[in-house]
């Protein structure tokens, strides 16, 4: 059916309670890039939620299926899916039912540009850590007002805090400071999402035997860092101003990484 003939009935969980939560996933090539790391945090969502997925979620067969929505919107060479899974049925806050039904949409998408940008502190937010932060739906408000005022302030992303003013991640990226050769990240207790280039990036880090800290840190720490970048599952884009301070972009090291990585 196409999307812009899908109709939803009113007691429909996602629009009644946004009772469900949202994947982002990037085509290269024809590939669905680091696939088994959605199917994790599908994983984590379900359970967090008490969600039944079915088991052509793992088996290979919604792989294929979302590989062929991208052949249909053209998107084969570069293309972003967004996959959408809520709880079925009907019920109040109290549900009637752990089955899911599932949406997804592709487009053709391009690539990030490698130029710096310039963040400013989110005033009007603040993150929050629960059993739903770590994956995308469940606090989709809080980003898209942090949207609006980015939007008002000019900056080309914002810094979300959390409630103690240590350093979360930005709108709809992680990110990361390097400083004396060890790699920063935000802990997941300052309630920031668990983004999938996050996961990959500390897995290359164990692999290389750089040193990680996931960490709390208030936002001044990024000013004596050697080089500040924000990472989603589109690419990794270094930050070169944090408010009014200068910050630096290390892009020797940051290109090495996206190799590495291949992204």
């Given at each position: 059916m196409p999307l812009q003939d899908l109709k939803l009935p009113i007691t429909n969980r996602a629009f009644q309670y946004s009772d469900g939560f949202f994947e982002t996933i990037m085509v290269v090539d024809g590939q669905i890039r680091f696939w088994r790391d959605h199917q994790d945090r599908i994983r984590e969502a379900a359970a967090a939620l008490q969600l039944a997925i079915p088991t052509y979620f793992w088996d290979?067969?919604?792989?294929?299926?979302?590989?062929?929505?991208v052949k249909q919107r053209k998107a084969i060479e570069y293309g972003r899916i967004k996959l959408k899974v809520w709880r079925a049925g009907?019920?109040?806050y109290t549900p009637l039912s752990n089955d899911i039904e599932w949406l997804a949409n592709a487009e053709v998408a391009h690539p990030?540009?490698?130029?710096?940008?310039q963040i400013g502190i989110c005033q009007s937010v603040r993150t929050l850590f629960s059993p739903l932060s770590h994956f995308k739906g469940p606090q989709a408000p809080l980003y898209v007002l942090a949207g609006m005022e980015k939007k008002a302030s000019g900056f080309d992303d914002m810094l979300l805090l959390d409630a103690k003013g240590?350093?979360?991640?930005?709108i709809s990226s992680n990110?990361?400071?390097l400083k004396d050769g060890a790699l920063y990240t935000p802990a997941l207790e300052t309630g920031?999402?668990?983004?999938?280039?996050?996961?990959n990036i500390l897995r290359w880090c164990l692999q290389q035997g750089i040193a990680v800290r996931q960490v709390l840190a208030i936002p001044e720490e990024l000013v004596q860092a050697d080089c500040v970048f924000g990472t989603n599952i589109t690419g990794?884009?270094?930050i070169e101003k944090l408010e009014d301070s200068c910050l630096r972009i290390n892009h020797d090291w940051l290109q090495g990484m996206k190799a590495g990585l291949q992204v």
């Open positions: 290979g067969e919604l792989e294929e299926n979302l590989l062929q929505l009907e019920g109040l990030i540009p490698d130029s710096g940008i240590n350093v979360a991640e930005l990110i990361f400071w920031c999402v668990n983004g999938i280039l996050r996961r990794i884009r270094g």
